[in-house]
């Protein structure tokens, strides 16, 4: 059965934004990622009436955990039904300003990312290896779809 609601909130469309704000600056990107996956499937499972299930409790095991830290203040500004975030602060954030640095300092030394750099580009330096093989050259120009045509 189907009922019709209200689903204006801006009480809660100025939460929302504020938690965001302070996921985006205590959680690691992929944590933050995976989390915007399992609400999408937390929502899911609710709206399908699945609130008793393991797969629900275990999804809110997760996001219990995720959220240890996420804690601290929020500067919002609210115009013409828009919230936007103005300022954000707090003692779990992991951006630090004094890690923060293109310069040598004792935190991050910048010849480690190259390490990196070469580890996330092997599988398209793969690719273009095979590409090479078969005969095939990278090409940089729009791409030409006229062999995917039908008769």
Request: with cysteine; proline share 3%.
């Amino acid at each position: 059965m189907k009922s019709r609601g209200v689903y204006e909130t801006p009480g809660g469309t100025i939460l929302y934004t504020a938690h965001q704000a302070l996921e985006s600056l205590c959680l690691d990107r992929d944590t933050l990622h995976y989390k915007d996956v399992v609400a999408q499937r937390f929502a899911e499972l609710v709206y399908f009436g699945k609130w008793f299930t393991p797969l629900r409790e275990a999804m809110s095991d997760f996001v219990t955990r995720t959220q240890k830290q996420v804690t601290g203040q929020v500067r919002l500004k609210l115009y013409k039904g828009h919230c936007s975030v103005v300022g954000r602060k707090s003692p779990y954030s992991l951006y630090r300003e004094d890690f923060a640095t293109f310069g040598h300092d004792d935190v991050y030394d910048q010849s480690d990312a190259k390490g990196f750099i070469n580890l996330f580009g092997l599988p398209l330096k793969v690719r273009a290896l095979i590409d090479m093989q078969n005969g095939r050259t990278a090409d940089l120009a729009a791409p030409d779809y006229t062999e995917f045509k039908r008769d």
